[in-house]
């Protein structure tokens, strides 16, 4: 019966790194640049939520402590979606006027009036993200006067499709999730960065105890000698 157990306990273990650790929430962390990516540093989060199975997908892009560079050929936010025949074009709605930043203590505003949803995003078009290559299907753009100088820090959009539309949805484009446009705050460059098509850290974890579980079960199993 222990025998049992283990057993079972290492094929849940397994199976359960089939899945997303969440089906309707999913975090992406921007850590990847031009120069080191998969280094420590983080440029920021990208949030996928469905609002279990409500066909809408609300993205919320925060980055701290930079903000999206209004200069250069980079985009606010570049994504991929599954699609076929049976999913047509998807439609993005950028979040009210005015949302209070809570990524900066004096809680600036932004409007949405700084961002703009790209045309084609029936996916007949797709968009450079360099140096993270080509290929991107959706974008939105930043762009206000100043540029460098602005304070936006965060981007909340809805992403919905008439067929229906799910975290499991958005698909990686060249091992990559998401790419965001940044300036390093407070005097550094612009530069694009992206997050990294991984499991998240938990799923691994399920994933070695289901290894570690089975190779402790096979131990345990030891052949009866007949006399």
Known sequence: MRHFGLLLASVLGLAATVVPASADIATYTLNCDSVACGSPTTYGTVKLDDHSGSGTVTVTMTLSPNTFAGTGAGYAITWNVLRDPLHPA???????????????????????????????????????????????????????????????????????????????????????????????????????????????????????????????YQRRRKPVRVI
């Not at 998807?90 to 949803?117: E, Q």
């Not at 797709?126 to 602005?150: K, L, N």
């Not at 060249?174 to 850290?201: I, K, Y």
Request: net charge negative; charged share 10%; glycine share 8%.
């Open 90 to 216: 998807l439609t993005t709605t950028l979040s009210p006027t005015n949302i209070p930043n809570p990524s900066d203590p004096s809680h600036p505003l932004y409007n949405k009036n700084d961002f703009a949803v790209m045309d084609h995003t029936d996916g007949s078009t797709t968009y450079s993200a360099s140096p993270f290559g080509g290929g991107w299907e959706y974008a939105i753009d930043y762009s206000v006067s100043g540029g460098r100088s602005t304070n936006d820090q965060i981007l909340i959009f809805d992403v919905t499709r008439a067929a229906g539309l799910a975290v499991s949805d958005f698909i990686a484009n060249n091992g990559f999730m998401f790419t965001a446009d940044v300036w390093q705050s407070p005097n550094g460059p612009t530069f694009v960065v992206a997050a990294r098509a991984l499991p998240e850290p938990a799923t691994w974890l399920i994933f070695f105890s289901g290894l570690m579980g089975l190779t402790l």
